[in-house]
């Protein structure tokens, strides 16, 4: 006989949603409106809650932008980052299935919208800026310069600049999204990140291949 195990209940799943229908309904308006002209009473009456309920979860609508940069990179913030640090070897295989996840991240039009909100609104709203920065760039760029200074050192890859070369690798997507984004300009088949990812990578990968003589 099967235990009779009770639903859990309507209001309790409900909370637990609760901050994604905050977090859905700030992305919409951030897009449609702007991150500065969009009020948190905005966002609450999108989400269908008071304004009293998004302040139970986030303290500013500041925080609500940080949370969706927390929720668009949190596919890359763990196995990915894991890989990259204490990685002893080449660090190409490990570049591949960085930026393949971040092609495949982008692509998704939610996760794209949040770095075209900061980029369009940074002149005016600095702080955002600060943000992505300090939750994005200051972990990727510095991970990636360390994975090619280990590849360097082990004469897995040809002598670089490993910070200048991690902005070379972040580089090509960066253009192209706002090759796409701002100024419309897409390739025929439209964005077609996957395809510009697998381009890159084989000029990247030809690119950082040991000098003649030198391979390990």
């Known amino acids: 006989m099967t235990a009779f195990k009770p639903k859990e209940p309507k209001f309790r799943r409900r909370a637990e949603a609760r901050p994604d229908e905050v977090l859905d309904a700030a ?23 008071s304004k009293g309920t998004v302040y139970l979860y986030f303290t500013s609508k500041d925080a609500i932008l940080e949370a969706l940069v927390e929720r668009a990179i949190a ?15 080449d660090p ?3 570049l591949a299935m960085f930026l393949r996840q971040v092609g495949q991240a982008l692509s998704d039009d939610a996760v794209r919208a949040v770095p075209m909100i900061i980029l369009r609104e940074a002149s005016i709203a600095p702080q955002l800026a600060s943000l992505f920065r300090d939750k994005v760039l200051f972990r990727a760029l510095p991970a990636i310069a360390a994975l090619l200074a280990q590849g360097v050192q082990g004469g ?18 960066i253009a192209h999204i706002i090759l796409f984004e701002v100024f419309s300009v897409a390739p025929d088949g439209g964005l077609q990140l996957d395809e510009l990812v697998e381009n890159h990578l084989q000029i990247l990968c030809a690119g950082l291949a040991p000098l003649e003589g030198d391979a390990q």
């Not at 897009?31 to 609450?44: H, L, P, W």
């Not at 897995?156 to 997507?173: K, N, Q, W, Y």
Request: a positive charge.
């Open 156 to 173: 897995h890859i040809r002598p670089i600049d490993p910070e200048l070369t991690a902005r070379s690798v972040m580089g090509p997507i």
């Open 75 to 89: 596919p890359l913030t763990g196995s990915v980052f894991d890989a990259m640090q204490g990685y002893k070897g």
């Open 27 to 49: 992305l919409a308006l951030f897009t449609e409106k702007g991150f500065s002209q969009t009020t948190v009473d905005q966002i609450a009456r999108r989400a269908g809650f």
């Open 92 to 94: 190409r295989p490990v």
